[in-house]
């Protein structure tokens, strides 16, 4: 997730590192294909643009061995044809067992890495209703779950978020027994990648996207962000991962409609 360049945590200047000509958009790419580096033979579950041209370009470099799904009931190759059914039963025995790492998104999201997807403001009577707390308290407790935000900002990095849907490390914590496959391995968003080695599992910057400062993330998070003293970088893609995302994952150029910069 990170390479060999570093910045300052302290004075947060930072310049552009990396291969000419890379966007923003691409960064987040290989960031998230990054989540499931050396997860074996799992079920990937991106949720997302970006998060799904992750995995692919995953399964088409360093993790091979990974099961990538059309987020229905089947078992999809690097083209998207199905190459096999997958089943409520054997979907659920996955999830449960952990053999899964979804990558969801996240309307709000806190320091411990508690999700909300559900609704802004009280639930009983809320100012926003948005998706609902779907699979999220399941997914949470039972396999890895690492979230997408393009849209890095106070109202989604938020000091406390108004209804849990994805379990953080700080509830988790309250019933070690029921959260055995707990675990998020990162948050991606279109400044950077952060992970939860902070004090007591709270959320860290663990890379910068090159271009981005660490006082522009600090500015943008609604609560105090763990930063080491020295940040790298987020990796720089290969040459032929650079060449696969413009050229066969994404020749259309999707990426850079979610992510711009």
């Not at 291969?19 to 799992?42: H, K, L, M, N, Q």
């Not at 997807?117 to 948005?130: E, H, N, T, V, Y």
């Amino acid at each position: 997730m990170s390479g060999v360049n570093a910045v300052s945590g302290v004075s947060g200047v930072t310049g552009v590192s990396g291969v000419s000509g890379v966007t923003r958009a691409e960064y987040c790419v290989v960031a998230c294909a990054e989540a499931w580096r050396d997860g074996g033979e799992i079920l990937a579950s991106p949720m997302g643009l970006i998060p799904s041209l992750g995995a692919r370009l995953a399964k088409r470099t360093f993790a091979p061995d990974l099961l990538l799904t059309d987020g229905e009931a089947l078992l999809v190759g690097l083209d998207g044809t199905p190459e096999g059914w997958l089943p409520y039963r054997q979907h659920l025995t996955l999830v449960t067992s952990g053999r899964r790492h979804v990558m969801m998104g996240a309307s709000q999201i806190d320091r411990y890495g508690n999700q909300n997807i559900s609704c802004i403001g009280d639930w009983a009577q809320p100012k926003r209703q948005l998706l609902g707390v779907r699979g999220a308290p399941v997914n949470t407790l039972n396999n890895p779950t690492s979230y997408w935000v393009p849209r890095h900002s106070r109202r989604v990095f938020v000091e406390k978020v108004d209804m849990v849907c994805g379990v953080g490390y700080d509830r988790a914590a309250e019933h070690p027994g029921t959260a055995r496959f707990h675990r998020i391995p990162c948050v991606v968003s279109d400044l950077g990648v952060f992970d939860f080695a902070g004090p007591d599992r709270t959320m860290r910057l663990a890379s910068l996207h090159p271009g981005v400062t660490v006082g522009q993330v600090e500015e943008a998070t609604g609560f105090d962000l763990a930063v080491p003293d020295e940040v790298p970088y987020t990796r720089e893609p290969t040459a032929e991962e650079l060449r696969l995302i413009r050229e066969v994952i994404d020749p259309a150029g999707a990426r850079g409609r979610e992510v711009q910069g």
